[in-house]
């Protein structure tokens, strides 16, 4: 795989494959957002198994898995994990094969920068119609694997039910879902929380929070039409 505005000194493969496994899942939020002491086999996935998939996702000798979700007017989301000799992470772009730059959502791992998604753009980046062969077509695989990207104060009541489904159709134990749900969610209080606005800078909405990238409009750069295009799929308008 090559990605033309990326890093030039890495090897990138599509890893789609991976989300056929429970395991993946796990190690993916667990590494990202939650706990990685946690016991793997309390959510159904054998302890050996998991630890295998950590090794593999953290590899610095192998390419660099990559993960896709397509959405709305040619543009798609990328997930990859980052593995350098001595620092790994897992960074989150979106792209447009036009525009001739990436637009960083943020990344997670020692050098940890987000939220990168609102509420609203998640869940449209969740639900996208497949207009693509390449890339995950599955919504809760579509959710778990942007999760880590998710901060909003204005969340909805049924975002635990939607993250708890999820969990259990990706192939973890049902018995566990609810609670790790409630987990990787976090606590904020709504005070707390990032909020969303849109200035009469760009289209594209702006993040509250100082870690985000998002505090400039995302894909800072592109033109006036390819940025509203841009705020248009990422509110399921494309």
């Excluded at 998991?50 to 953290?58: A, D, F, I, R, S």
């Excluded at 898995?65 to 897992?90: C, I, K, M, Q």
């Excluded at 969990?167 to 049902?174: A, E, I, K, N």
Aim: charged share 20%; hydrophobic share 40%.
């Amino acid at each position: 795989m090559h990605i033309p505005e990326y890093l030039d000194d890495c090897e990138l493969v599509a890893a789609e494959d991976l989300a056929r496994e429970p395991a993946f899942w796990l190690a993916h939020l667990l590494l990202t957002v939650g706990d990685p002491s946690e016991d793997p086999e309390r959510y159904g996935v054998d302890e050996s198994v998991y630890e295998e998939m950590v090794e593999h996702l953290g590899d610095p000798k192998e390419p660099w898995p990559v993960l896709r979700v397509p959405f709305a007017s040619g543009h798609t989301a990328y997930v990859v994990y980052a593995n350098f000799e001595d620092v790994n992470n897992v960074e989150f772009f979106v792209r447009h094969p036009d525009w001739g730059r990436l637009g960083y959502l943020g990344q997670c791992g020692a050098d940890g920068a987000g939220p990168g998604l609102s509420w609203a753009e998640f869940t449209a980046l969740v639900e996208a119609p497949q207009d693509s062969a390449e890339g995950l077509t599955d919504a809760s695989q579509r959710l778990l694997l942007l999760l880590p990207m998710l901060g909003d104060a204005d969340m909805p009541g049924e975002a635990h039910g939607m993250m708890a489904q999820a969990l259990s159709q990706c192939g973890l134990h049902p018995g566990a879902a609810d609670e790790l749900a409630t987990a990787l969610l976090g606590e904020d209080e709504p005070d707390g929380a990032p909020c969303w606005t849109v200035t009469t800078d760009s289209p594209i909405a702006v993040c509250s929070s100082s870690y985000s990238p998002r505090q400039i409009p995302l894909a800072l750069g592109i033109t006036p039409s390819q940025a509203q295009a841009l705020a248009d799929a990422l509110n399921g308008r494309g």
